[in-house]
């Protein structure tokens, strides 16, 4: 069978946003990049781990101290052992709450 080269691609043609070429820099300048770091969690929201959850997120430590923005993280919460008085104060602090399953069991063997 008879296969086709990939094109190279044209920087000259490609340009951002919609094109981009592959290479060994970045995009823009390193200090204009927007970075992220993606805070979660996985399983029951209790009484108990309540507790670390409020010390990590808590007011003041809630700031990122080089920008000034919010901390939150999402949480991935199983509805069985579920304290939803606590997934509410989570919510209210301004976090994200998902549902991943309802008993974390799975269909399979």
């Known amino acids: 069978p008879v296969t086709k080269k990939p094109e190279l691609c044209n920087p000259d043609k490609c340009e951002p946003p919609k094109c981009?070429?592959?290479?060994?820099?970045?995009?823009v300048p390193v200090e204009n990049m927007t970075q992220f770091?993606?805070?979660?969690?996985?399983?029951?929201?209790?009484?108990?781990?309540?507790?670390f959850y409020k010390e990590l997120l808590g007011d003041p430590k809630r700031k990122n101290k080089a920008s000034g923005?919010?901390?939150?993280?999402?949480?991935?919460?199983s509805g069985a052992y579920l304290d939803y008085p606590s997934v509410n104060e989570l919510y209210r602090m301004g976090n994200e709450i998902a549902l991943h399953s309802i008993s974390h069991q799975t269909d399979g063997p």
């Not at 981009?20 to 995009?27: F, N, R």
Request: charged content about 20%.
């Open 37 to 51: 770091v993606m805070l979660t969690f996985d399983d029951a929201v209790t009484q108990q781990n309540m507790k």
């Open 20 to 27: 981009m070429c592959e290479s060994d820099k970045p995009p």
């Open 69 to 77: 923005c919010r901390i939150a993280a999402t949480f991935f919460a």
